[in-house]
C-alpha cells in the first residue's frame, strides 16, 4: 500500500514540478523575445513634394490610422475636412520593422480636395513610410491613374484628449 502511495506522490510531484519548469521558461522567452509594436500617431498630416495630375491644386491630406498591434486600418481625407465625418476606413495594412504599408481605394475627391459626387471613379493607393523616428517621416504615394510615385513628408498630429474621449 505504501509503495503506490509513494508512486503517485512522485508522479504527481515531478509533473507540477514539469509544468512549472515549462511555464517558466515560456515566461522568460516571451519577455526577452516578443514586443509588441510601437503604438503610431493617430493622424499624420501629408504634405506632397508635387502636385497630383488632374488635380487643380492637392492640399495636404490627413491620413487617419487605427492600430491593432501590427494590423492597421486607415483612410485618407483632406486636411480640412472633419476627422470624424465617419468616412470608414478604405486602406488596410501592416506594420513591420517600422516600415509601415497601406493599400487600397480612394475616392478622386479625397486626393483633390474637391466636393464629393455619386458616381466618382476609386482610385488604388499604396502608402509607404519608413519610421525611423517620431518626427516628419518621408514616405511615398502610389495611385493606379498616375505612372509615377509621389512622395510626401507626413507630420505626426496630436489630437486632444478632449476630442478623442467624446469620440467614444
Same mark, same amino acid.
Given at each position: 500500500?505504501?509503495?503506490?502511495?509513494?508512486?503517485?506522490?512522485?508522479?504527481?510531484?515531478?509533473?507540477?514540478?514539469?509544468?512549472?519548469?515549462?511555464?517558466?521558461?515560456?515566461?522568460?522567452?516571451?519577455?526577452?523575445?516578443?514586443?509588441?509594436?510601437?503604438?503610431?500617431?493617430?493622424?499624420?498630416?501629408?504634405?506632397?513634394?508635387?502636385? !497630383?495630375? *488632374?488635380?487643380?491644386? %492637392?492640399?495636404?491630406?490627413? =491620413? @487617419?490610422?487605427?492600430?491593432?498591434?501590427?494590423? $492597421?486600418?486607415?483612410?485618407?481625407?483632406?486636411?480640412?475636412?472633419?476627422?470624424?465625418?465617419?468616412?470608414?476606413?478604405?486602406?488596410?495594412?501592416?506594420?513591420?520593422?517600422?516600415?509601415?504599408?497601406?493599400?487600397?481605394?480612394?475616392?478622386?475627391?479625397? !486626393?483633390? *480636395?474637391?466636393?464629393? %459626387?455619386?458616381?466618382?471613379? =476609386? @482610385?488604388?493607393?499604396?502608402?509607404?513610410?519608413? $519610421?525611423?523616428?517620431?518626427?516628419?517621416?518621408?514616405?511615398?504615394?502610389?495611385?493606379?491613374?498616375?505612372?509615377?510615385?509621389?512622395?510626401?513628408?507626413?507630420?505626426?498630429?496630436?489630437?486632444?484628449?478632449?476630442?478623442?474621449?467624446?469620440?467614444?
Amino acid at each position: 500500500m505504501n509503495y503506490s502511495n509513494f508512486k503517485s506522490l512522485a508522479f504527481y510531484g515531478v509533473t507540477i514540478a514539469s509544468v512549472l519548469l515549462l511555464f517558466k521558461t515560456v515566461t522568460v522567452y516571451g519577455e526577452n523575445n516578443l514586443k509588441a509594436p510601437a503604438k503610431l500617431s493617430d493622424r499624420y498630416r501629408l504634405t506632397l513634394a508635387e502636385n !497630383l495630375p *488632374n488635380c487643380e491644386k %492637392s492640399d495636404t491630406l490627413m =491620413l @487617419n490610422i487605427e492600430q491593432s498591434g501590427i494590423y $492597421l486600418n486607415a483612410s485618407l481625407s483632406p486636411t480640412n475636412a472633419n476627422a470624424d465625418t465617419g468616412e470608414k476606413h478604405s486602406l488596410i495594412g501592416i506594420l513591420r520593422n517600422q516600415q509601415l504599408n497601406l493599400s487600397g481605394k480612394v475616392n478622386s475627391s479625397s !486626393l483633390c *480636395n474637391i466636393r464629393h %459626387s455619386q458616381n466618382e471613379p =476609386l @482610385n488604388s493607393v499604396t502608402i509607404q513610410m519608413q $519610421l525611423v523616428n517620431r518626427g516628419s517621416t518621408l514616405g511615398q504615394l502610389t495611385l493606379n491613374s498616375i505612372p509615377q510615385t509621389i512622395k510626401f513628408t507626413a507630420v505626426p498630429e496630436k489630437v486632444q484628449e478632449s476630442q478623442k474621449s467624446n469620440s467614444h
